[in-house]
């Protein structure tokens, strides 16, 4: 079979190379795999209706040909998030029309970095503008960073009337090709998604789709297999098919049915693609039911349990105050219990002592409503100030006093500034400590029983929260945000409790931690599997009290951008596996004070203990446990919260297999693990 694909090459997703396989030919041995640096050209986008643009106010773009109004404005912008694979080497932008005088500029975006750069002049005729990428000859803003992060993506093409008429013009955008460096046997990259289409009697109806992208300039053919598994790695279905995928980078794509039990709450695809020459490529996508009970309302401020949910990133419009209360619902579903929202001080002081707080009430007063403390990040500078003066700092501390006035009857806890250690604060760093001196004066002046959340690192760094330390900088909670690539359970609680220890014994609040789930990248099987470690590591620990995930929803569509796939929601809404392993952590451990067992811990096997449930896990190997409950009454769930078969001679003693990464959750009162046994 042929996958079926499309001429119109717009890429919506980005780069992160995964590979192709081995597929033996009639009477020889395969092709091994070549590593060797290879040169792939592809069309990027023809920019045609469906390659993803957003227009600016004043342009239109119809079938590549955007009508630009330059008389009612200087400049026409198109926008996306378009990624680009491997290492660009060179780009071509074939044009047509325009006036003369027109001029053409691209913007760039890295991992928090952002480069453009004008391309050429527009003459009316048709034009192809040949550029190389960042940096040479790109302005740059954004995080200074030595290396530039790939994948890089496109994120303006913008129109500018230069030394045109000030008037309408139309400008036909007929393609943007790439010439990028790959490793030759990693030529392919495939993308998987997994959607419900329908319920069977006791049985749900899946379509499993794959799209693939091969950057050679000929055809691969091989094989495609596509299996399903459940949560415990079962296979459920599996079907291979033999494929040729086109050569270019065209965009291809296969949709098959697939089916589980109507009883599971989990499935995941993965489609693999083998061919003579190519390492082997495997993609994986998750799937998880959605939870139908809308959980508890009531504020618990004594809860652990936190989320990114980001509120404050919705338009303060109905529309965006619906999706607002949409993302709020989700949470609350899952047993969110507090949200970091930023309060911006540009959006609540516009002008000097002039304040609008009517979008941040929406945004609390929607939180609360769902049963959501709210704990205030005030972050950043407005336009009119100083930035990183004493003069700036007065005046931020002067809006910070208004800011917590307004809101002391339903925020107690504010946070001051985020990540100063890195690029966030461009300002002297002994600055930062000043900045939360102020900032803690007026806070308590104003409310006395508000609790002041400050340092805010990237990381846990010791020495920049040191610093702070020295200069005198008073607060009541150290924040800190300490992603990593790995996650080694023990060695994270030890991290916690150094914190607390440097900071006097002082609560630790983790605002942020997380992983994505951009292609190439930790897949959603295993961003399930972190989140639940990662806060159930840091309440064991006992050294932090609330720990928060970035972020509840995912900032765009684009699957391969690293920062747009840290959600445990999708962009539509749609549920990630780790949204459920959320809600199964949150709401399974919902009351209680945390108790950690210690004594298990030699055996690599980890034990906390809230009100009527255990959470047990093992981060690193297969084991067998052996419990044991005095009254008999137990259930047992896994992450996705799927009910657990016990085995044992009686309901007061009974084996369950653990799984490397995948907690469970005993639930019944008086419930002791007693033994384990290494499972081969």
Excluded at 246 to 264: E, F, H, N, Q, Y
Excluded at 410 to 432: A, C, D, Q, T
Excluded at 492 to 498: G, H, T
Excluded at 595 to 624: C, I, P, Q, Y
Aim: glycine residues 8%.
């Amino acid at each position: 079979m042929h996958f079926q694909h499309k001429i119109n090459m717009c890429f919506l997703y980005s780069m992160s190379l995964t590979a192709a396989c081995c597929l033996p030919a009639q009477g020889r041995e395969p092709a091994e795999a070549s590593d060797e640096t290879y040169k792939g050209e592809y069309v990027v986008t023809d920019f045609g209706d469906d390659a993803g643009f957003a227009c600016g106010p004043n342009a239109t773009l119809k079938n590549g040909v955007l009508d630009a109004d330059l008389e009612a404005a200087d400049s026409a912008h198109l926008s996306h998030s378009l990624s680009l694979f491997g290492k660009p080497v060179q780009f071509v932008l074939a044009v047509k029309g325009g006036a003369p005088g027109n001029v053409l500029r691209v913007s760039v975006g890295s991992h928090f970095q952002t480069f453009e750069r004008v391309i050429g002049t527009l003459d009316g005729g048709e034009k192809a503008f040949s550029f190389a990428p960042p940096p040479e000859g790109w302005i740059h803003s954004g995080a200074a960073e030595n290396n530039i992060s790939l994948p890089l993506r496109i994120t303006a093409v913008t129109l500018e009337r230069g030394s045109g008429p000030a008037a309408p013009t139309t400008v036909e955008l007929q393609a943007l090709r790439c010439t990028t460096e790959i490793q030759y046997g990693r030529a392919v990259t495939l993308f998987s998604e997994l959607k419900e289409s329908g319920i069977s009697s006791d049985t749900r109806i899946f379509s499993a789709s794959c799209t693939a992208w091969n950057l050679l300039d000929k055809d691969a053919a091989g094989t495609l297999t596509m299996t399903v598994r459940d949560w415990g790695e079962n296979v459920l279905h599996e079907r291979s098919e033999l494929c040729t995928l086109p050569a270019g980078g065209r965009r291809s794509s296969v949709k098959w049915d697939a089916s589980i039990p109507g009883s599971l709450n989990f499935a995941e695809v993965e489609f693999r693609f083998k061919a003579d020459g190519l390492h082997e490529t495997a993609s994986r996508a998750g799937y998880t039911k959605s939870i139908d009970d809308p959980g508890d309302a009531t504020l618990r401020s004594e809860s652990p349990w936190g989320m990114g949910v980001y509120l404050y990133r919705y338009p303060h419009n109905p529309d965006g105050h619906a999706l607002m209360d949409r993302g709020a619902a989700l949470a609350q579903a899952a047993g969110v219990k507090w949200t970091r929202e930023e309060f911006n001080w540009a959006a609540m002081e516009p002008k000097p002592g002039q304040f609008d707080f009517s979008f941040y009430d929406v945004v609390v007063d929607t939180a609360r409503r769902h049963g959501i403390s709210v704990y205030g990040l005030l972050a950043y500078w407005t336009d009119w100030t100083k930035p990183y003066t004493e003069q700036g700092i007065d005046d931020f501390a002067r809006w910070a006093r208004a800011t917590v006035h307004h809101f002391k009857d339903r925020v107690k806890h504010w946070e001051i500034y985020n990540e100063p250690n890195i690029f966030f604060w461009e300002g002297p760093k002994e600055l930062y400590p000043l900045l939360v001196k102020r900032c803690y004066a007026v806070i308590k002046e104003e409310d006395p029983e508000a609790q002041v959340l400050a340092i805010s690192t990237s990381g846990i760094e010791r020495k920049f929260i040191a610093r702070v330390l020295e200069a005198g900088a008073p607060f009541d909670v150290l924040t800190v945000h300490p992603y990593r690539s790995r996650l080694v359970d023990k060695g994270f609680m030890k991290e916690l409790q150094d914190a607390a220890a440097l900071v006097g014994g002082r609560p630790v609040w983790i605002t942020e931690m997380g992983w994505s789930t951009q292609i190439g990248s930790t897949d959603e099987r295993k961003q399930a599997q972190l989140l639940a470690r990662s806060y159930l590591c840091a309440v064991a620990s006992g050294a932090c009290q609330n720990m928060g995930w970035y972020d509840l929803r995912n900032d765009g569509n684009d699957p391969f951008d690293f920062e747009s796939n840290f959600g445990v929601l999708r962009n539509d809404f749609t549920p990630k596996p780790a949204y459920r392993a959320l809600a199964t952590v949150c709401r399974t451990l919902a009351s209680g004070a945390p108790s950690r067992v210690n004594k298990l811990e030699e055996d690599g096997v980890f034990v906390l203990r809230m009100g009527g449930a255990t959470a047990v896990w093992t981060a690193d190997k297969d084991v067998s446990i052996r419990c044991s409950a005095s009254d008999g009454v137990v259930r047992a769930l896994n992450l996705m919260g799927e009910e657990i078969k016990l085995g044992g001679k009686n309901e007061k003693r009974f084996e369950i297999r653990l799984r490397a990464g995948c907690p469970i959750f005993l639930i019944g009162e008086k419930v002791r693990v007693r033994k384990i046994e290494k499972t081969p």
